[in-house]
């Protein structure tokens, strides 16, 4: 009975979604339609002439009319295929499944990989400036987050690239010898002491797992230095506000020490607001990446669908924009079911 | 010259074979009456500057698109330029360190009937990467595969002049021309023009058979290719490299960064405003070439007020290149005097006077043309050329001075060319440059040439341009080339800024030798040319 | 460690000294006296009732006798002596232990007081496990059995309910049986029934009556309520404004009062009005159902009539559906079936459908004037409103009139320019008349509106609500679950349970001779000042069964 | 009615007009010291914004000979790239970013808040059709939307505003719903609903007042954001006209400096820093002082 209800609310919220997915298929169908140029200028460019462009509108079909190219695109997707970029020729066929698929992949792995480190770090701060609301650790971890969010991401970025060039240029700048030696040798040690991240994030499908995560590793970093700074702030807020609970007040009186009461009594009660956060953010984490992306030449999906729009390659953009709205959808689903099953009013009603 | 030092001379040449060990070369050293640090310093000299076999090189490219595919109808940028075009594939001529033009695929070629028909013959037993051995049947459904009514190819309109091609036996190809053309074979460099393998009278490209010295190994497109050597490399010796990865790196930050890291080995394009910091680290070298590649402001002369002479005449005194070369380009670039024709082209003739920033003769103009004050628009994106919009700025600046209004549009950097270039009555335009003064003319100034972006047509100039073409004589030819140089510089449409400079970087482990001027990344060639100096 | 409780309780010595309290509360940005130099003492075994109107500091005293002040209070003087040690000097750690397993707490509202993430029988063990008074499984059986000793129902399994699944009744007694669980030797109960329903209110005062017996438990008993004080508390002590007005033994403190406040705070549940027939009737409810969508049926058949300038009293026990009845009269939840006359007119169910003019002549006032005053709107603002959109007045006579019903509530025009929050409790809902008032209404619905309030102010609001109907002859419906308000305002009384109407007639008629058997539990079960009324009221009711069928 | 009348004759004693800048007065006197310098930057920002043309030493696209000056007596941070004096463009870039955020900001809080609270207020099949298209735009990745969008319809300065706007104003419809919904079950809206008010009355003056809290805050921090956003979209290609100054726009043309430890960059992007921390600290007192979030105790 209870699970049938969980069930409904589920399914419902899936049907939602698929419509949601084709309405998002409308619309990118149509911005895409709306810009300027197309495929075969794109690709073309400066050295178009219009019998090429002619020729290659025709063999990619782009000079039949939208509404019927949206409704064969419509046709396939419906029997699971998802169409071919147009980048494909006669005798060369680039699927869009083929093309995304690995980069899904990376673009999932490296969320992954970025949620580990910052979903953790990010309710422990909360957690611990929570409990020392006010102290100077709080005071601290809170400018300190404010600051990096309102770094823009490429800068973030740069700054961690240059950390890694100054390990191996430093000593030799003139303001390195400005500074005192003793100075300048501790900061030239203390630069020593990070790893050699790369700076290229370049892996392909032949990488191995563990220098994936190496090369990974900027991408990662800068990342969480965005995320954590909101997912911190949610966590500590949602803990404080469960803090001025009244039975918080009591699991005091029972003689409960502030760590019991924070992560026995208050935690499981701040779990919606937090895991919300957190859905939002790993839903950041796939869909936002384009930036970073770039900066550390990491292929994910991102980049693919700025490539994409750039061409015009509207198969690949129909496709990552279904692929973004679906995780966006999922995670937001996810977010909900955990939200229910953390709370044992919706999930056990009376 | 002592009989050590004799040996040591003959040492030195065995050092670029790799035949003699550094430990060999310090003994020989020392016999000659050297110290140990020197011979050592001149081994390492000698070795970097010899090439030597064998190493792995990561080359990061400027460009790089997940659309991008080795069909050579294509190859919009440098990374499938260098790594399809230039490392994997061959075309029947190239053009050397000097920009001359030299035979490649082909093992000579020849003109006759007033340079309208070239036969082109080529080397004997040279093979695809597949085995099979290249026949003229190949070099032409190569070269058809550009051609035709339902073609896709970028280069289309380079072939627009060819009536006809057939084989004359298996190594001997003949082109027919509509008109004589004296430069032909430079067209045959074009780095679309690559020779594929005949699979039943079509062009196969999808299987990337090639004949260059490299193949190909691993192709993710928008992030890198490898390639191997292919040991049956027609050109002896050559490649140096086991292996080479291009890398698309399209972030310059990024690129910069991963040469100072020894991520990568050479990076293309660097960036201009940071250079002079790259410099100062120990193990990077900076490259810079004088290109044929240049900055145009074209101004459609069929509109008003660009349809009066004398106002462009004033636009292009208003203007002051010195100042775009310097702050755009950070002096990597040559101030050009609108001309298209770069000083390292043959037939080059700098026309006279030098333009430059002068109000009094701009003013002078605007009043010869009976105004008093100018107001114009100009479109620009970064799509044209990165630095435009900054460049737009400053002209806004320089003509201000002028009494000329300059309204600076920022338009979008999608489809640029689509929309704005040859649209808008004033924009910015590049070229890469093309190896000789007649193809730049023909494809930028000519009447009937659809991308004659000023829609310029001086009868007198169109005159010349078809008289020069067939000309063999070359004295003729370069009085005529200078009269035409002269003309475009005082009626053309196009203001011509500066010729840019290939900048790029590496770091010093790569070796090389002179470096091609035509296109960017040693011709599109480094692949093939470089090598990794032992030391 | 209960055996030396023993000795030590044979030799009479305190349990608990608070000497010279003084606490603090933080609001404003500012530090304010809470609680002004109060001493207690408590024996072991015995209780201690604390009373006192709401700010009287009765709660922080509790608190700070287990040395806990809340969040943004603190205890800035004084000492609190625990069986010999000083509470507030010795370290967090040794406070923290004797914390649940010597001293324990019994919150008001049971329901926001149990963590809604664990179960029941989690909570209530944790204690004792976590001071390491008895393992997991000795715990859980010691639950049970005291869950069966306070008469929770299912004893074995209620544990494994989550507090949203249980009623307010058994949740507070829950919390007992969590305060008990380690056996202390204090227990402070804060107003542990005054969120409660009469009727229920009977079974856990008494519950909690005996297991404090049973294990000879000391307690301090905090609550507004003087009947309820009067049946738990072995002596009493009366608070005002964080000081001590008085303290004596129970019934000498009930039989004869020394202080002025004192004798104030016994007056009040002295008032009565005495009743005035009907002539006419100006509000007729015909067999009316509703429902909220798609749920079951909240009010069945129900039929009132509402006499003109007489009010009618809606008594019942939460749920049973009095505010509901409200919200069908305003038009807020259009009846399902039957049907509503006004002033001899059919009334149309629902509220869109109703002009501007009958809107204005029913008007209601809600039970807390916190959430039906608009925060962000003054006074002025506030009674303005129903003048300039009704009466359509504007200016001075607008200002007038404001001045007039300002006089009316007893308040000054100074207060105009206030915001609600800047208010007390009792002015706020003075407010709230004044603007039902300005409507010129024929009928106010008045939902609960003193039960938030202390009870002097409560009289003074019952008081004006009666001055009200004398002067302007305006209808009252009186929803309410408090007898002592009925018998202050009522003319005629209708006793509700369960959505339906169980007994309706004139007041005497009701509260006198009652008919219906939930009508008798109902008035039985008002706390009476006499201290043994409970142990009768428990004898009588076990003579009779009755007891364990409304268990 | 005795015990009434001591009380309000004490009241009337202490009798202070409390007028709203009385309370504003009190509120600013016990703010704490890090909103005091939260107040003290923006208001900087402002002044600097609004007398840019007064305050910078040169014209906003004033060249001079040398590209990349150092930092001197007559270029206090040195010149950019194409020698324009840096300090000039960081004031004027006050005047543009500031003016360009506002404005977005504004426009986006205008109609994220305005179907926000309809929504929450009718609930039924308006609140339906409004959270789906929101789900629908949330659903979509915003910055290569907005690329698109500014693509369509070029990038110039008003469709920044409007496309970001756009985009903005969903997340200001989710939060102005959820507040909405909490203050519309509130008994003075139903008592102005007994009363037969009007939807204008409604939401003009017995929701809004009371929502405006949360949004306030919320509007700090979007407003924050736009710049981030503008840098973003400048990084992609798409940004401001030349030669505007803008900080977002700055930070990209400059940010390569960065990787070699130069502190151009660092000007433009502190700058940013600098309001959004102020700005956040205005915004924890005034959440904290209206409690409208139970945040610190």
Redesign the interface.
């Known amino acids: 009975m209870r699970l049938n209800s969980v069930a409904k609310t589920v399914l419902q919220r899936l049907g939602l979604g698929l419509i949601t997915l084709f309405i998002v298929s409308i619309i990118i169908f149509s911005a895409v339609a709306m810009?300027?140029?197309d495929f075969?200028?794109?690709?073309?460019?400066?050295?178009?002439?219009?019998?090429?462009v002619a020729?290659?509108q025709?063999?990619i079909g782009l000079d039949r009319p939208p509404v019927e190219r949206y409704f064969s695109w419509v046709g396939k997707m419906l029997k699971g295929d998802f169409g071919s970029?147009?980048?494909s020729?006669t005798?060369?066929r680039?699927t869009v499944a083929e093309?995304i698929a690995?980069r899904l992949y990376n673009t999932i792995f490296l969320a992954v990989m970025t949620a580990l480190i910052a979903v953790p770090l990010a309710l422990g701060l909360g957690i611990v400036a929570a409990l020392y609301r006010n102290s100077w650790f709080d005071r601290v971890v809170n400018t300190v987050t404010l600051t990096t969010i309102s770094f823009p991401e490429f800068f973030i970025a740069?700054m961690l690239?240059f950390l890694?060039?100054s390990r191996?240029?430093f000593a030799?700048?003139e303001f390195a010898q400005s500074l005192p030696a003793w100075l300048a040798i501790s900061i030239n040690w203390t630069l020593n002491v990070v790893p050699?991240f790369?700076?290229?994030a370049?892996i392909?499908?032949?990488t191995p797992f563990w220098d994936h995560v190496w090369r990974a590793a900027l991408p990662s970093i800068t990342l969480t230095l965005v995320i954590v700074a909101h997912m911190m702030r949610m966590t500590r807020a949602a803990i404080l506000n469960m803090l001025s609970s009244p039975y918080i007040d009591m699991a005091r009186l029972k003689g409960m020490g502030p760590m019991v009461v924070v992560v026995r009594h208050a935690l499981p009660n701040a779990w919606a607001p937090i895991v919300t956060v957190v859905a939002f953010n790993l839903a950041y984490l796939i869909v936002g990446v384009v930036i970073v992306e770039?900066?550390?030449?990491y292929?994910g999906v991102g980049?693919?669908m700025v490539?994409?729009v750039?061409?015009r390659?509207v198969p690949?953009v129909q496709a990552c924009a279904l692929v973004f709205a679906a995780a966006y959808i999922l995670l937001n689903l996810i977010a909900d079911i955990i939200s229910i099953a953390t709370n044992p009013r919706l999930l056990h009603p009376r | 010259m002592s009989e050590s030092g004799y040996k040591l001379r003959i040492a030195q040449s065995l050092i670029g074979r790799g035949k003699v060990s550094r430990r060999d070369f310090i003994h020989l050293g020392l016999a000659a009456g050297l110290t140990v640090a020197a011979s050592d310093q001149i081994f390492v000299t000698v070795a970097r500057a010899q090439p030597q076999q064998g190493g792995f090189a990561k080359l990061g490219m400027a460009h790089g698109?997940?659309?991008?595919?080795i069909?050579p109808a294509?190859y919009?940028d440098t990374f499938t330029q260098t790594a399809f075009s230039g490392a994997m594939s061959n075309g029947l001529t190239e053009v050397n360190a000097k920009g001359e033009i030299q035979p490649d695929l082909a093992e000579s070629f020849e003109s006759s009937n007033a340079a309208k028909t070239w036969v082109f013959k080529l080397r004997k037993g040279v093979t695809f990467h597949n085995g099979k051995t290249v026949t003229a049947e190949d070099v032409v459904t190569s070269m058809r595969y550009h051609m035709g009514?339902?073609?896709?190819?970028?280069?289309?309109?380079l072939l627009e002049s060819v009536s006809d091609i057939k084989a004359d036996g298996p190594e001997t190809v003949v082109f027919t021309l509509n008109s004589g053309n004296a430069d032909f074979p430079y067209i045959m460099s074009d780095y679309h023009f690559v020779i594929m393998p005949s699979v039943d009278g079509k062009a196969d490209?999808?299987s990337g058979s090639r004949t260059g010295a490299f193949v190909l190994e691993?192709f993710?497109?928008?992030?890198?290719a490898k390639l191997k050597r292919n040991p049956n490399f027609f050109k002896n010796g050559r490649p140096y490299l086991d292996e080479v990865e291009f890398?698309?790196?399209?972030?310059?930050?990024?690129r910069?960064?991963?040469l100072?890291?020894g991520?990568?080995d050479y990076i293309g394009r660097a960036?201009l405003?940071?250079l002079g910091?790259?410099k100062?680290?120990?193990k990077i070298e900076i490259i810079e070439v004088t290109g044929y590649g240049h900055y145009t402001l074209p101004m459609n002369v069929t509109m008003a007020p660009f349809d009066n002479p004398d106002v462009r005449m004033a636009m292009k005194w208003a203007i002051n290149r010195q100042?775009i070369a310097?702050?755009?380009f950070?002096g990597h670039a040559t101030v050009a005097n609108d001309n298209p024709i770069a000083p390292a082209i043959k037939f080059y003739k700098n026309p006279v006077p030098q333009h430059r920033f002068d109000p009094e003769k701009a003013r002078h103009y605007l009043k010869k043309a009976g105004m008093e004050k100018l107001k114009v628009d100009l479109s620009v994106a970064?799509a044209a050329f990165a630095g435009a919009?900054?460049a737009?700025?400053?002209i806004?600046?320089t003509a201000a001075q002028c009494g000329i209004e300059v309204n600076?549009?920022?338009?979008?950097?999608?489809?640029y060319?689509?929309?704005i270039?040859l649209k808008k009555p004033w924009c910015a335009s590049?070229w890469s440059g093309r190896a000789t003064a007649d193809w730049m003319f023909t494809q930028a100034f000519a009447a009937e040439s659809?991308?004659n972006e000023s829609f310029w047509k001086n009868p007198r100039f169109n005159e010349l341009l078809v008289q020069a073409r067939a000309e063999t004589d070359e004295a003729k030819r370069a009085a005529m080339y200078g009269e035409m140089q002269q003309l475009t510089h005082d009626d053309g449409g196009s203001i011509v800024l500066v010729f840019n400079n290939f900048v790029s970087a590496k770091s010093k482990k790569l070796g090389h030798g002179d470096i091609a001027p035509n296109w960017e990344n040693d011709g599109l060639k480094m692949a093939e040319r470089w090598w990794i100096a032992q030391a | 460690m209960k055996s030396s409780n023993v000795i030590a309780r044979e030799r009479g010595t305190d349990l608990l000294t608070v000497r010279d309290l003084h606490v603090e509360g933080f609001s404003d940005e500012r530090w304010h006296p809470i609680v002004r130099g109060v001493n207690v003492s408590l024996k072991r075994g015995e209780v201690l009732g604390l009373i006192g109107e709401s700010g009287a500091g009765k709660s922080t005293i509790g608190l700070a006798a287990m040395g806990y002040a809340k969040p943004g209070c603190r205890i800035t003087q004084g000492s609190v002596v625990f069986d010999g040690a000083d509470l507030l000097s010795m370290s967090e750690a040794r406070r923290r232990r004797l914390r649940g397993s010597r001293i324990a707490y019994v919150a008001q509202s049971a329901a926001a007081w149990f963590n809604p993430a664990h179960r029941l029988l989690d909570q209530t063990v944790e204690t004792a496990v976590a001071h390491g008074i008895a393992s997991r499984g000795e715990a859980n059986r010691d639950a049970v059995e005291l869950y069966k000793r306070l008469q929770l129902p299912e004893p074995e399994t209620i544990g494994f309910r989550y507090p949203h699944q249980v009623s307010g009744g058994q949740l507070q007694r829950a919390m007992t049986a969590m305060a008990m669980v380690c056996r202390p030797d204090l227990i402070v109960f804060d107003e542990p029934t005054t969120a409660l329903d009469v009727t229920t209110q009977v079974e856990v005062l008494a519950s909690i009556r005996r297991i404090v017996e049973d294990f000879n438990t000391a307690a301090i008993y905090v609550t507004h309520d003087l009947a309820v004080v009067a049946q738990m508390a072995d002596r009493i002590m009366v608070l005002r404004h964080g000081q001590t007005v008085e303290e004596a033994v129970t019934r000498q403190m009930l039989a004869a009062p020394t202080q002025e406040y004192t004798r104030t705070l016994w007056a009040v549940r002295k008032l009565v009005k005495p009743e005035i027939e009907a002539r006419d009737h100006l509000l007729t409810i015909d067999n009316v159902t509703a429902a909220y969508a798609g749920r079951v049926k909240v009010l069945v058949d129900v039929s009132i009539k509402v006499p003109r300038g007489r009010t009618v009293a809606l008594v019942g026990e939460s749920g049973s559906g009095k505010s509901t009845l409200a919200r069908v009269v305003t038009g807020l939840l259009p009846a399902i079936s039957g049907s509503i006359s006004f002033d001899g007119q059919p009334l149309p169910l629902s509220l869109k459908q109703r002009p501007k003019d009958l809107l204005r002549r029913i008007q209601m006032i809600y039970q807390s004037p916190d959430s039906a005053l608009n925060p962000r709107q003054t006074v002025e603002d506030i009674i303005a409103r129903p003048l300039e959109f009704y009466l359509g007045l504007k200016g001075e006579q607008r200002d007038r009139r404001i001045g007039e019903l300002m006089h009316m509530i007893e308040m000054d025009e100074s207060f105009l320019d206030r915001l609600p929050g800047e208010l007390s409790g009792g002015q706020k809902q003075r407010i709230c008349i004044a603007r039902a008032v300005a409507a010129n209404p024929d009928l106010i619905i008045c939902d609960e509106v003193t039960s938030a309030l202390d009870q002097i102010v409560q009289e003074e609001i019952l008081k004006l609500l009666m001055r009200l109907q004398r002067e302007l002859g305006v209808s009252y419906i009186f929803i309410t679950h408090d007898i002592s308000t009925v018998r202050a305002i009522a003319d005629k009384v209708v006793v509700m349970h369960q959505g339906k109407v169980v007994e309706q007639g004139s007041k005497t008629e009701v509260l006198t001779t009652p008919h219906a058997a939930y009508t008798e539990l109902l008035l039985s079960s008002v706390p009476e000042m006499d201290p043994d009324w409970l142990t009768q009221l428990l004898a009588r009711r076990k003579n009779r069964g009755i007891l364990d069928a409304a268990g | 009615m005795t015990s009434a009348e001591p009380l309000i004759q004490t009241t009337r004693a202490h009798r202070v007009r409390r007028t709203r800048r009385s309370r504003m007065r009190m509120a600013l006197k016990n703010a704490p010291l890090s909103a005091w310098f939260g107040m003290g930057v923006i208001l900087c920002y402002v002044v600097i914004a609004l007398f840019a043309p007064l305050i910078a030493p040169y014209r906003e696209?004033?060249?001079f000979?040398e590209?990349?000056a150092p930092w001197s007596h007559e270029f206090t941070f040195g010149t950019d790239?194409?020698?324009r004096d840096m300090l000039t463009r960081l004031i004027y870039g006050a005047r543009n970013t500031i003016g360009i955020a506002f404005i977005t900001t504004t426009f986006s809080f205008a109609a994220g808040m305005t179907l926000g609270l309809l929504a929450a207020m009718y609930r039924g099949w308006l609140d339906q059709l409004l959270s789906r298209a929101v789900d629908v735009l949330m659903s979509i990745p915003s910055l290569i939307f907005a690329l698109m969008l500014?693509?369509i319809f070029?990038?110039s300065i008003p469709s920044l505003i409007l496309i970001i706007a756009l985009l903005d104003s969903t997340r200001v419809f989710r939060l102005a719903r959820a507040v909405g919904l909490n203050v519309v079950v509130m008994e003075y809206v139903e008592v102005a609903q007994l009363r037969g008010e009007g939807p204008v009355w409604m939401l003009r003056k017995e929701i809004l007042p009371n929502v405006l809290p949360p949004l306030i805050a919320e509007f700090g921090l979007r407003f924050c954001f736009v710049f981030l956003t503008i840098a973003a979209l400048s990084f992609l290609?798409?940004g401001i006209?030349?030669?505007s100054a803008d900080w977002g726009s700055m930070v990209r043309e400059?940010?390569?400096?960065?990787?070699?430890g130069?502190v151009t960059p660092l000007l433009p992007a502190g700058a940013i820093a600098l309001l959004t921390v102020a700005v956040n600290f205005v915004v924890d007192w005034f959440l904290h002082s209206t409690s409208g979030l139970r945040d610190e105790k």
């Open positions: 810009l300027p140029g075969a200028k794109a690709t073309l460019g400066q050295s178009a002439t219009p019998e090429t020729a290659l025709h063999e970029s147009f980048a020729r005798g060369y680039r093309i690995p740069y690239a890694i060039i191996d240029t030799g700048t050699k790369p700076t290229l370049n392909n499908d032949e770039v900066v550390f030449v292929p980049q693919l490539d994409a750039r061409s390659d690949v | 698109a997940t659309t991008d595919s069909d294509g919009p009514g339902d073609t896709k190819s970028a280069a289309k309109s490209w999808a691993n993710q497109p928008g992030v890198s890398i698309a790196i399209t972030d310059l930050a990024a910069m960064a991963a100072s890291t991520e990568v960036d405003k940071t910091m790259l100062r680290n120990p100042e310097d702050k755009i950070l970064d919009v900054d737009a700025a400053l806004r600046e600076v549009i920022r338009e979008a950097e999608d489809a060319w689509d929309n270039w590049y659809s991308w | 696209t004033q060249v000979s590209a990349f790239q194409l020698g500014l693509s070029g990038s290609g798409v006209q030349p030669p400059n940010a390569t400096l960065i990787t070699y130069d």
